[in-house]
């Protein structure tokens, strides 16, 4: 039954051996060309790093570049006759390092001695001019080149971030497989946002190389050598002059300058002192410098319009007064007793309007606004009233932006809070509250909590009368880009926009005759505007606040100033605030006196 | 005893003969691979894998004697005890075993580590002959089928647990022995053009051609032949589940597998794809013994295989040293005495007088055949990288002991062939 199946088993083994051995005398007689491959050659393969894309700021002015640095590589079998005092001279390292570097090159798990080394990394321009016509003198080593960033003021870093070695730790995350261990990737700001846009591609180049390491030419006239791409070029919003004016003016303080174009969402200006010079986390020194930037008290790798979590302080004001028209619990002209006896207040006033409440910042009325608001007698128990007003209330609030991040084109931006009737079962754990509990959010203190950029956003809502766009710092990707769709949005607020005009008159009248008339008002335009002075753990002072937008028709641009521990908004804010505006419209100051408060007062 | 000990006579020298020489010019090729003309090293220096394989060949020896003392009757009676301990051993390795470049073979005894999986080979062989050779087997039962196929796949799944698939395929090969013994070829014929279509699936981009191959020989079939509706529909059936066959692979590639699995997919099934990428190490192998020439560069004097640029090159990829140092001569050689050997074990198994040793012999066979195709075709392009050893070449202890086992079991029952009762 299974005859002949011996004979064919035999066969195909016979077979497959002929197969071999013809297909060998193929490769190694009659194809030469893997003896001329060979015979000492070998090759070389060479990657070619992308540009990372470059960044420009609204008038097309150049923010980052690269600019070229050089890695030392090595081959150690290729390490002929080695003069290590005359190899330590020309490097410029000590002996002890040059041991050092050697050994820890030697543990990394991917060491070979046949192939390409990392030896020293990132010499910069000058470094490699004074190696360049010594490396001859030592076999082995090669050079491998490769771009940093570089910046052409030593502005904005907390939004720009930086760009370092891939961590361990990312590396493993990294699902892609594009990363290789060495590789630079952004790791703050927008070069990590847009990291995907500005990496561009690798190249990879194939060159044969003969005994000595000199190069032949390329493998196969180049058939499977890939070109690099460049990065994508971002196109921001930021105006570099606006910026580094803004950094200048927070020098020495802490806080933070957000300045909005209303009727785009670009982010003209995002200054949070103290900061730091981004070129200090470039190049060779990157580990040392980010070691002392990192562990500086002051925290200036905190970015504070992102991060820094305040209560809204009286500018809250505004918010609650459009949500009391919207809910019909006043009407413009309702006048409020100034009652000091629940609440405290300021200035001399007695009985104003809510025009003149938001003025002059009027407490008593605050609070009597927002318990009319939050008690409506819709039910008879006066907390479950409470209940259903704060859940109102919370609506029209969150519709400004407030209490969720706004998804602006950075990482790590927080959420800041406004309390819901959840929040506060949680906080009373569950026992019963009601208005007499919480009122302090009438005016903008207690449970809330903002971030800067939200304030900010706040104003554009205001200058747009009642929408906004998320506000962004990049406009577009690439030469031609278009506006990024997610930017072309408009959120509009639950408030009829019918309403935002009582906001803006108040608004101007705080900077024509109220809190802010001494320091914010412009002559040659009508600012709109409103001081904060937020509350701060004593001894510290408050911290000052000023948001605005100007001119009042056809706003171009909103603002807000945070300045931390510096007192009543209507002094260092209020400045700064005003400053900035008249900068961006008008190119600089016509006060500087104002200019030299600001700089030379310490606010304390 | 001094019976069974002696039978220097019977034991067939020519195998012997075969093991020596191949033994001793893979101990000399792997020192040659890993030779370093500056460190001005000795092949006894056990600090090289050359000294260690030295030890590994004094302890086969060992084995070897062994295996011939012991009573021939041993193997058969036990071959189900080992299997069920080898089974155990391999549930056990992936969780107290260690890991060696990705797969987690090996378990540690003091400074050396043996991998199980590659005794299994033997001990499969034995368990598969035994049931083969059993009284009142026959091969045409389905339930003797079913069983055959169970105690070669429970060890390859588990292997597979070790993610060591290229010795978990080794296990495939007992198809050839279950040929041999009478399984139709049906199965065989199956397997294998469901292998080609997975492999033209991913070779071949666009599907339809595929289909319309497919369709193209069924007209002709159709046409040339006897055209009862039976034949007819039987065709056409057999044509869609083909063509059903390409479109869920093609749907699992294309669809279910991330992009970089797909690419060390297509890697895999074509040596020629990327060869400047994922299979670097084809093209620097294809160099390396492409570079030899006719007659080899000489002995040490290869540069290809000692730069790095040949991975494994004293074990997988010993053969590229070779090639290039021996030239098409030393490979026409290693080829050559490979086939003769293979021959001349079906020439033993074919003169045993019980189904025991043949299946036995067909096995060892089998066995060196897979290690043997697939290992020289992956370094000259022929067949994707699988990481098997070349037997009796590559460097390993629990290789090559595994192989000597295998091979001298078969002479020691060879050598007895006479004094068995006939069941055949």
Redesign the interface.
Known sequence: MNEGRREIVQLVFALVGIIFIVKLFFVQVLDNRYAELADGNAILREVEYPFRGLIYDRNNKLIVYNTPEFDIQVIIKDVKNFDSARFCAVFEISREELRARFKEMKARKEYSPFKPTLFLNQLSNIDFARVQDHLDEFPGFYIQARTTRAYQSPTLANALGYVSEISKENLARDASGIYKQGDYVGQSGIESFYEEQLRGKRGVRFKLRNVKGIEKGSFKNGEYDTLSTPGANLYTGIDIDLQQYGEFLMKGKAGSIVAIEPASGEILSLVSGPSYDPSLLTGRNYSSNFKLISNDTLKPLFNRPLMAQYRPGSIFKIAQAMTALQEKVITPDTRIRCDRTIINCHGAHTNEDLRGAIANSCNPYFHNVLRRMLNKGIVNDPFEDTRIGLEEWNKHIVSFGFGKRLGIDLPNEKDGLIPTPAYYDRAYRNRPWKFSNIYSIAIGEGENLVVPIQMANFAATIANRGYYYTPHLVKAIGENGKPLPQYLERHYTTIDSSYFVIAVDAMQKVVEEGTGQYRARLADVIVCGKTGTVQNAPPLFDHSVFIAFAPRDNPKIAISVYVEDAGQGARAAASIASLMIEKYLFGGTKRPHIEQYVLNNKFE | MSREADISGKLDWVSVLLYVAMVGLGWLNIFAAVYDETANQSIFDLSLNSGRQLMFIAAAVVIILAIIIIDMRFYEAFAYIFYAIILVVLVMVPLIGKEVGGNKSWIGVGSFGVQPSEFAKFITALAVAKFIGSVGFRMDSLRNQAVLFAMILFPLALILLQKDFGTAIVFLSFL?VF????MSPFILIVGISMAALAILTLIVKNQWYLHGIIGAVVVVLIFFGKRTVKRITTLIFGALILILTIESFDYVINNVLPE?HKKRLEALVNPNFD??GINWNVT?S?????????SGKGFLKG??TK???VPEQSTDFIFCTI??EH??IG??LV??V??FF??RI?FIA?RQKNRFARAYG?SV?SIF?FH??VN??MT?G?FPVIGIPLPFFSYGGSALWSFTVLLFILLKLDAHRSQVLQRI
């Open positions: 050839v040929y041999r013994e009478g970089r060869p400047m620097q294809k160099i390396a013994i492409g570079s030899g020439g006719f540069t290809q730069f790095d640029f090639g290039e030239g098409w490979t026409l080829v050559t490979f086939v293979l021959q079906i074919e067909y066979a055949f043997f195709a020289i075709g000259i022929l």
